[in-house]
């Protein structure tokens, strides 16, 4: 099983920043290699809520099914993996950070299969470089957003 977080701050307050990355169906805006999620289910977010998740990972396309396992608007939240070619738990946490909020995103699991753990072994320097330039992409997202923000 391979783990992994990065941190970032961004220059918003929490809940702003929490309503971009507290909804899977916003990971297309600002993560690089989702294609496409959508929620299969109706209703607010909560514990228990399922939706599904293409990335694009070595010239190929990955759908997962998963579920939220945590929710606590504007703090953390963190989904887990039901179907799919990987076991994965992921989260987010949002904390006030001076001016604005300190966001650390993380994972920890791996693909499934034979080749699963040597699969996982060498995605995770990558996966790690994903991560950060995912969270420098949020921040220029969020502070590009408004007058006088990164562009």
Request: a positive charge.
């Amino acid at each position: 099983m391979a783990r992994g977080e990065a941190s970032i701050h961004v220059e918003r307050q929490p809940a702003e920043v929490f309503a971009l990355v507290g909804d899977a169906a916003n990971n297309p805006q600002w993560r690089k290699n989702v294609a496409r999620t959508k929620w299969l289910d109706d209703g607010p977010m909560r514990v228990g809520r399922r939706g599904s998740q293409t990335a694009r990972l070595w010239a190929r396309e990955w759908t997962v099914e998963a579920e939220v396992v945590e929710w606590d608007p504007p703090r953390a939240v963190g989904w887990r993996t039901v179907q799919g070619p990987v076991t994965v738990r992921s989260w987010f946490r949002v904390v006030p950070d001076r001016t604005g909020s300190l966001v650390s995103g993380g994972a920890e699991g791996g693909f499934r299969g034979v080749l699963g753990p040597l699969l996982t072994r060498l995605d995770v320097p990558a996966m790690v470089r994903q991560a950060n330039a995912d969270l420098r992409a949020l921040r220029d997202h969020l502070e590009g957003s408004r007058a006088g923000g990164r562009t």
